[in-house]
C-alpha cells in the first residue's frame, strides 16, 4: 500500500491523472493517495517568453528604488510587469468562519527568491496552496504570467509555466525507494528508458549533496535526507521535451526541524538550483524564481533577497532582506525580535 510521508499531497509538478502506477506494479496501490489528492493537473501555463529582462539588472536593484518607503499605500512596484510569472490580485480566502486571507496581492518576477514570512496560521502555507492551484481563492484574481487563472490548476491549461510546490513533511511515498520517490514523475509520465531516469535520478541526487541512496526508503533516511530529497524531486525534468518551461518553485518550510547546519546546506541548495534573470530565461528546466515560507532567521537571510510579510490576512510590510531587521514597521519589529510586546498578540 502507497502512503505518503506526514502529508496528503505529493509536488504539484506531478501530473494527477494517475490511474495506474505503470512502473511500480508489486509495490504501489495509490487508491489511498488518490482519494485524498484533489482533481486536476498541476502543470499551468503560457508561451510568451518573459521579455526585456536584462542580465545586468538584479533584482536588488530593481526594487529598491520603488521599495524605500515601509508605507504600503505609497508602494511603488516597477512599472514593467512583462516579466510577472505570478501574481496574486485582492485574495480572499476562508476556511468556514476563519477569515484568512483577507485582500492579499503581490507579484512573482522572473528571476526573483521571495521569503513570506509571518506568525502561525496566518495563512502563509494557504497562499501558496492558492499560488500552485492546488486551492482556489474565495474572491480575487491569481493571474499565471498575466493569464488569468480560473479556480483550481486544470488539465486544460496551456504549457507554459510549471509550478512546484516543496512540502514541509518532504512528503515522500514511504513504499517507494529514494529512486523510485525522486524518479517518479519521469516513470509514470515520460516514456523515457528507466536507465536513462535513473541517470537523472542520480544526477538530481547529487545536486542536492546525496551519493549512494538511492536504493534507501524514507524510513532509512535522516529529516534532512527527505528534505533534501524532496528537493532532488521538485528539480528533475524531463531532458527529452522539446521545450522546457520555466519553473517556480515553492517550499514550504524547507528548513524547519533542521539543525543549524542542515538548515545551511538547504539554504545553499535552494540558491543553487535557482538561476537568476537572464540566465533563467535561457536555461531548460531550470527554476526561474522560487518562493519560501519560513519563519528560520537563517533561511530569511540566506535563501530570499525580498520579503512579503502576511499578517491578519494581508501583505503588510514588504521590503528587501536586509531591511527585514532594521525596519521601523512596529510588526515587522516584533517579529524580527522576538518580543512579546506589541501588536501581535498570542
Ligand atoms: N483545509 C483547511 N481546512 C480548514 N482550515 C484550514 C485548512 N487549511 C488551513 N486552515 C487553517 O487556516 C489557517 C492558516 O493556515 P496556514 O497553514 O496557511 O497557516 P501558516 O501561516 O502557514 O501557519 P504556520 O506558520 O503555523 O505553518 C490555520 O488556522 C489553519 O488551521
Not at 512573482?108 to 496552496?129: D, M, N
Not at 546546506?265 to 526561474?288: F, M, Y
Request: glycine residues 8%; negative net charge.
Amino acid at each position: 500500500m502507497l502512503s505518503l510521508s506526514n502529508s496528503a499531497l505529493f509536488p504539484v509538478t506531478t501530473s494527477y491523472g494517475i490511474s495506474r502506477p505503470a512502473r511500480f506494479p508489486k509495490t504501489i496501490n495509490l487508491s489511498s493517495y488518490n482519494q485524498k489528492r484533489e482533481p486536476r493537473n498541476i502543470f499551468c501555463a503560457c508561451m510568451a517568453p518573459p521579455q526585456n529582462l536584462r542580465s545586468d539588472e538584479s533584482f536588488a536593484a530593481k526594487f529598491e528604488g520603488s521599495l524605500k518607503s515601509e508605507d504600503l499605500t505609497t508602494l511603488r512596484e516597477p512599472e514593467d510587469d512583462s516579466d510577472v510569472l505570478i501574481e496574486c490580485r485582492d485574495v480572499h480566502k476562508s476556511f468556514g468562519e476563519k477569515h484568512i486571507l483577507r485582500g492579499v496581492s503581490f507579484k512573482i518576477r522572473h528571476g526573483e527568491a521571495v521569503g513570506i514570512i509571518g506568525p502561525s496560521g496566518t495563512g502563509k502555507s494557504t497562499i501558496l496552496k492558492i499560488m500552485a492551484g492546488l486551492l482556489a481563492p474565495d474572491k480575487g484574481e491569481v493571474y499565471i504570467r498575466g493569464q488569468k487563472r480560473d479556480g483550481l490548476i486544470s488539465d486544460e491549461e496551456l504549457s507554459g509555466l510549471r509550478i512546484g510546490l516543496v512540502f514541509q513533511s518532504a512528503a515522500l511515498f514511504d513504499s517507494l525507494t529514494v529512486r523510485e520517490n525522486v524518479g517518479f514523475l519521469l516513470y509514470e509520465n515520460s516514456s523515457m528508458p528507466e536507465e536513462q531516469i535513473s541517470k537523472l535520478v542520480t544526477d538530481s541526487l547529487a545536486a542536492v549533496g546525496l551519493k549512494g541512496v538511492e536504493d534507501r526508503l524514507p524510513s532509512e533516511l535522516s529529516g534532512g535526507m527527505k528534505k533534501r530529497v524532496a528537493l532532488a524531486r521538485s528539480i528533475i525534468c524531463d531532458t527529452t521535451k522539446e521545450a522546457i518551461e520555466p519553473e517556480v518553485l515553492l517550499y514550504d518550510e524547507p528548513t524547519a526541524g533542521l539543525d543549524p547546519i542542515a538548515s545551511t546546506v538547504v539554504e545553499d541548495l535552494i540558491r543553487s538550483v535557482h538561476t537568476e534573470g537572464q540566465v533563467a530565461s535561457e536555461k531548460r528546466g531550470q527554476i526561474a524564481s522560487y518562493v519560501v515560507v519560513t519563519h528560520q532567521h537563517s533561511t530569511i537571510r540566506r535563501a530570499v533577497d525580498r520579503l512579503l510579510f502576511l499578517y491578519e490576512g494581508k501583505i503588510v510590510w514588504q521590503g528587501m532582506t536586509d531591511e527585514f531587521t532594521t525596519s521601523t514597521n512596529p510588526i515587522v519589529q516584533q517579529f524580527a525580535s522576538g518580543n512579546l510586546v506589541g501588536p501581535i498578540k498570542y
